[in-house]
């Protein structure tokens, strides 16, 4: 059984970064794709970027491109999102995702993909 646990959330002002970390627990190989998703109160749940774990090749959602980046660490089984120059529309819960897959890029921006959630951690961005 895959677990998703998220941290690093918080209170930030516009152009502020932050860290979200996801501990992933249970993966047992390197055929395995991880996610990061979040949910607004203006939208349903949005993509943000997803990654296969063994691969170089990330993807990111159009709101976010060139602002955020998503890294692991293998050996300690976490999952990273850096986020940079933070706006107000960024506000929201921030969900961790994974399928025990390679998932094509191409359709890793759908929820309905991913097997395995995290609980999420809010991240505001307000002056």
């Known amino acids: 059984q895959v677990e998703l646990k998220e941290s690093g959330g918080g209170l930030v002002p516009p152009g502020y970064s932050l860290r979200l970390s996801c501990a992933v627990s249970g993966r047992t190989s390197s055929t395995f794709t991880v996610a990061w998703f979040r949910q607004t109160t203006l939208k349903d749940r949005e993509f943000v970027a997803a990654a296969r774990w063994g691969g170089t090749m990330t993807t990111y959602g159009d709101s976010v491109r060139g602002r955020f980046t998503l890294s692991r660490d293998s050996a300690k089984n976490m999952v990273y999102l850096q986020m940079n120059n933070l706006k107000p529309e960024d506000t929201g819960r921030y969900y961790c995702?994974?399928?025990?897959?390679?998932?094509?890029?191409?359709?890793?921006?759908?929820?309905?993909?991913?097997?395995?959630w995290g609980q999420g951690t809010q991240v505001t961005v307000s002056s």
């Open positions: 995702a994974a399928k025990r897959a390679n998932l094509i890029l191409s359709s890793a921006g759908a929820q309905s993909n991913y097997d395995y």
